[in-house]
């Protein structure tokens, strides 16, 4: 079950003590760096003796083997344990524990000393499997023998007479000798034609190396003549396209200033119109009121008393009607102050409006008039910067080649070039 802890437990009399002896396994989670979510990354085993917990696995067994031998508990607890877990070498260790090692051993030392003196503390099965094997080895080695040895004496030369060749080597080492000294004769002949050679060549050479040094000190001053024209002629035309490409972003840029300027005058216009349509219809709105002002204002009251009740058509008292009469007076009147009221503070509303558009009128068409007026300046301005760039375009570049040819005209050159 994950996240659970599971645990074995086992309570042991131990020489009248009661110990208790618990191993837990459970799931290791973890949160990393960055991350809101909890990440399993393993198990982990926990260890404790009598409640307390033990911090490692070595420290839990030390404390149990303090006890009893762990093999000694698994052959007193598991009836099977020591004729199928237990190796032949553990049993024979654990019978001799029992019976005793009563064997004479310093007899037996004795007896094969060159035999243990060769094993040299090996054990007994090792030692003869090692001998089986070296054993083997050497027996094929041994069948390769006959062979090799019959190959070898075929191979082998007739048996020389060495007093023989001994002469003859006397012999053409003499010789030898002769020659040599007759060769090295004629070296020394030739070295002295050679030396002889040599000085006359130093002296040929080093003429020559004179002359190839003015040659190419002419050769220098020629290329430095073409390349100052050539230098001269390039930084005049690099001064020409930067004139021409700062001509043209001077031009680039009014433009640019000149559309945002058109831009803003357009929106001021769209403004002005908004608003001289907003006062024509405020004056319009006012004449409006106006009319409906005078014409409630001529209003007269209308009524027609009712002289019999309602409900029982008796005749009503001349009291009564008057009252009736007054107090529908009062009503009309009042209804008629209200909307004259109302109709003066809307036509006020209206007049402050249209007061505050006449001011943003005025400014608006002062900033167009400013706008325009810019325009017109910056217009000029390109104009002036485009016929620039024109007359700038108009004069020629140098032509590279063409300076090199009149460079190679000149007088300096042609002198250098006949020298």
């Given at each position: 079950m994950h996240r659970a802890e599971h645990f074995v437990e086992v309570a042991l009399d131990v020489d009248g003590s009661a110990q208790t002896l618990r191993r837990t396994y459970r799931e290791i989670w973890s949160k990393p760096r960055g991350s809101s979510d909890l990440r399993f990354v393993g198990h982990e085993s926990a260890f404790a003796v009598n409640g307390v917990e033990v911090g490692t696995k070595a420290a839990y067994d030390k404390i149990i083997s303090e006890w009893i031998n762990d093999n000694v508990f698994r052959m007193l607890t598991d009836p099977m344990y020591f004729n199928t877990r237990v190796d032949w070498k553990g049993r024979r260790a654990a019978?001799?524990?029992?019976?005793?090692?009563?064997?004479?051993?310093?007899?037996?030392?004795?007896?094969?000393?060159?035999?243990?003196?060769?094993?040299?503390?090996?054990?007994?099965?090792?030692?003869?499997?090692?001998?089986?094997?070296?054993?083997?080895?050497?027996?094929?080695?041994?069948?390769?023998?006959?062979?090799?040895?019959?190959?070898?004496?075929?191979?082998?030369?007739?048996?020389?007479?060495?007093?023989?060749?001994?002469?003859?080597?006397?012999?053409?080492e003499s010789v030898a000798a002769n020659e040599i000294a007759a060769y090295q004769r004629q070296i020394d002949a030739l070295d002295t034609?050679?030396?002889?050679?040599?000085?006359?060549?130093?002296?040929?050479?080093?003429?020559?190396?004179?002359?190839?040094?003015?040659?190419?000190?002419?050769?220098?001053?020629l290329s430095d003549h073409i390349d100052a024209r050539l230098t001269a002629a390039r930084r005049y035309n690099s001064d020409r396209d930067a004139a021409i490409m700062d001509a043209q972003a001077k031009a680039d840029s009014i433009l640019r200033e000149i559309e945002k300027t058109e831009t803003t005058a357009n929106s001021k216009r769209d403004t002005l119109e908004a608003c001289v349509k907003k006062q024509a219809n405020i004056k319009s709105a006012l004449d409006s009121m106006r009319a409906k002002y005078e014409a409630e204002k001529k209003a007269a009251f209308e009524y027609v008393d009712a002289?019999?009740?309602?409900?029982?058509?008796?005749?009503?008292?001349?009291?009564?009607?008057?009252?009736?009469?007054?107090?529908?007076?009062?009503?009309?009147?009042?209804?008629?102050?209200?909307?004259l009221d109302k109709l003066i503070a809307d036509a006020n509303l209206e007049k402050d409006t249209y007061s505050k558009l006449t001011k943003l009128v005025s400014t608006t068409e002062q900033e167009i008039a400013m706008l325009d007026q810019r325009l017109s300046q910056l217009r000029a301005e390109h104009h002036a910067v485009t016929l620039a760039i024109t007359t700038a375009k108009d004069v020629p570049a140098i032509d590279l080649e063409t300076e090199e040819e009149q460079a190679k005209l000149s007088s300096e050159y042609r002198k250098l070039s006949d020298e």
């Open positions: 019978l001799l524990a029992l019976v005793g090692d009563n064997i004479d051993r310093t007899a037996i030392q004795a007896q094969f000393a060159d035999l243990l003196a060769e094993m040299n503390g090996e054990p007994l099965a090792d030692f003869k499997a090692r001998l089986a094997t070296e054993k083997r080895k050497n027996k094929k080695e041994l069948e390769t023998f006959g062979p090799k040895i019959e190959a070898y004496q075929n191979t082998m030369p007739p048996a020389e007479d060495y007093a023989a060749l001994e002469q003859e080597i006397t012999q053409r034609q050679i030396a002889d050679a040599s000085k006359i060549d130093e002296e040929t050479q080093a003429a020559h190396d004179r002359r190839l040094k003015k040659v190419l000190d002419i050769k220098k001053s002289t019999t009740c309602y409900a029982c058509g008796q005749p009503l008292p001349a009291a009564t009607i008057e009252e009736a009469r007054r107090a529908a007076r009062e009503s009309f009147e009042k209804h008629q102050r209200e909307i």
